[in-house]
């Protein structure tokens, strides 16, 4: 049998603080897991729905490669009205980078309805 060549690969270091993370929680101490950013509690009820509905439509797929226009504007919205920041929900290099990163903060109820 062939080993793949991935399992070769060194851990990042974000795992060796993880581990060490782990050994203190263990031992008893205080700790508070922020290493990899997972969170303590689970999605919340209308974002599990959401998620089982987009499922369920079969509406998988890719998108275009800056994101869905709609969800680029309600993104844009919501910085206008939440931080009172102007984001362009346009296709320029200037913008893209928070329309990559925003989805991730951004609770999916705000982004589907």
Do not use: W
């Not at 991935?6 to 263990?26: S, T």
């Amino acid at each position: 049998m062939k080993i793949s060549k991935r399992g070769r690969i060194d851990p990042f270091i974000v795992m060796d603080v993880m581990r060490e993370a782990n050994a203190l929680d263990a031992a008893g101490g205080d700790v508070v897991h922020l290493e990899v950013g997972q969170p303590g509690t689970p999605a919340p009820k209308k974002v599990r729905d959401v998620a089982v509905a987009a499922l369920e439509s079969n509406r998988l797929g890719y998108t275009d490669a800056l994101g869905i226009p709609t969800l680029r504007q309600a993104i844009a919205a919501h910085y206008a009205g939440f931080y009172g920041v102007s984001v362009e929900p346009g296709t320029g290099r200037s913008d893209h980078r928070v329309f990559r990163c925003v989805p991730s903060r951004v609770p999916v109820g705000l982004r589907c309805g």
